[in-house]
């Protein structure tokens, strides 16, 4: 199996997160560059507080923080915020 694929399987499921936690742009660079520290740091991070994610685990206090955080209202601006 080629190396290249190997990382793209072990990496998957760091995509996968950071997309369910809606910061598409990290994960996806994540994917193809940097050997998917970007997805990691997605997948770790806050999720967005219209996210998948956000309305299925976090509970109100969750999602204060979130708001908190990331105040602005362009959906371009918070997928793309570290």
Do not use: H, Q
Request: glycine share 6%; aromatic share 10%; with cysteine.
């Amino acid at each position: 199996m080629s190396p290249l694929v190997t990382l793209w399987i072990v990496l998957s499921p760091f995509v996968l997160a950071g997309c369910l936690k809606g910061r598409y742009a990290l994960s996806l660079v994540g994917m193809l560059v940097l050997f998917g520290i970007p997805a990691i740091l997605a997948a770790t991070r806050l999720a967005r507080a219209d996210s998948w994610w956000a309305k299925r685990f976090y509970n109100d206090e969750k999602l204060g923080r979130v708001a908190e955080r990331y105040r602005s209202s362009s959906s371009i601006n918070d997928a793309l915020t570290l």
